[in-house]
């Protein structure tokens, strides 16, 4: 079994910064790919970073404000954030692709992150 947690959401004023932390533990053997991704109360569920390796890739929205980076010893990721706004009111989870002996997607519980003009 896979766990995953997320950590370091709150509330923020407008271009604020806040930093999220993701943590995997459990039967892995090997981490693929680590993402963050976004979800508000209506709307789907969006990619906000992924990292694979040293390749990492952004949502239009997020580039040059957030960046995720990689702990692969330790199966965490965070997510840098600055100069957030309002739209970036969400809840945001981590998402873990994992290789080997457990394959497969694990999601974190989310963490809300509140941006108050």
């Known amino acids: 079994q896979v766990q995953v947690v997320e950590s370091g959401g709150g509330l923020v004023q407008v271009g604020g910064s806040l930093r999220l932390s993701c943590a995997a533990s459990g039967s892995i053997s090997s981490v693929n790919t680590m993402a963050w991704y976004r979800q508000v109360p209506g709307k789907q569920r969006e990619l906000v970073a992924s990292?694979?390796?040293?390749?990492?890739d952004y949502a239009d929205f997020a580039k040059g404000r957030l960046t995720i980076s990689r702990r692969n010893a330790k199966n965490t990721a965070v997510l840098e954030m600055t100069n957030l706004k309002p739209d970036d009111t969400a809840v945001y989870y981590c998402?873990?692709?994992?290789?080997?002996?457990?394959?497969?997607?694990?999601w974190g519980p989310g963490t809300q992150v509140t941006v108050s003009s």
């Open positions: 998402k873990v692709t994992t290789l080997g002996n457990q394959v497969g997607d694990y």
């Open positions: 990292q694979l390796g040293p390749r990492t």
